[in-house]
């Protein structure tokens, strides 16, 4: 529907993430699925020894490639989970709203390689859904319905549960930054993309009634659970 910033956080956050990663002109970074690349572009004003986003859509590879070119910057096709670059050569790794859509152990493996292509002391950072003040019922509930109006099997998690999936393959959480989650909101979207994007988001919505059905079914389950659910970002230090 045109929207460019699609986080959990919104841009609020995704810049708060960028600005604890603390870039600096000998870095080495790898974004993994830059998607519309908003994030791929506030990490590229600061001056890198190199980037390189790695997307498994070859359309958003090819994109990128023409829209944010820079000498210090790539995008290659692949997979976050094996990406094929070189093991600990890597200063900074950082993903967003991509975890979520994954099942835990397929979490896990994303995580992991993060770790394999990282120098030792070097950053991950993530930005994901999260759960606040959920049992085990009402966590098994929201992710039954989010899947069903997402189309995607999306298994947010809480605080805890983030940090325990990074520290079991070897980070260590060094700071930990919420936010809102409220994507579908129209202050969020106006401040995520602007008054004219906004309305041309509303625009493009109103003449789509197939995806105008699914957005307000997503939307229902947003509000439904909006005291349970918020963004969350964390950067983790490779041990």
Do not use: C
């Amino acid at each position: 529907m045109g929207k460019k910033s699609a986080t959990p956080g919104g841009k609020e956050l995704t810049k708060k993430l960028i600005d604890a990663l603390h870039f600096n002109d000998s870095d080495n970074v790898v974004e993994f699925a830059p998607g519309m690349g908003f994030t791929a572009s506030l990490t590229l004003a600061h001056k890198l020894h190199s980037y390189v986003g790695v997307d498994a859509d070859e359309d958003i590879v090819r994109m990128l490639s023409k829209r944010l070119q820079n000498s210090q910057a790539s995008f290659i096709l692949g997979n976050a989970s094996q990406t094929n670059l070189e093991s600990d050569s890597k200063d900074k790794v950082y993903g967003e709203a991509m975890l979520t859509m994954h099942a835990d152990h397929r979490k896990s493996e994303i995580i992991r390689e993060a770790h394999r292509i990282l120098k030792k002391g070097g950053w991950y950072a993530i930005h994901e859904l999260g759960l606040t003040d959920v049992d085990d019922t009402l966590k098994s509930k929201i992710q039954r319905d989010l899947a069903l109006s997402i189309k995607v099997n999306a298994r947010p998690l809480t605080e805890n549960e983030w940090k325990h999936l990074l520290e079991q393959e070897g980070f260590a959480v060094k700071k930990v930054m919420t936010n809102g989650m409220h994507l579908l909101e129209m202050n969020r979207i106006i401040d995520d993309e602007g008054l004219m994007g906004a309305t041309k988001i509303g625009w493009n919505i109103l003449t789509h009634p197939k995806a105008r059905k699914r957005i307000l079914e997503m939307r229902k389950v947003f509000k439904q659970y909006q005291t349970h659910m918020n963004a969350i970002a964390i950067v983790a230090e490779k041990l």
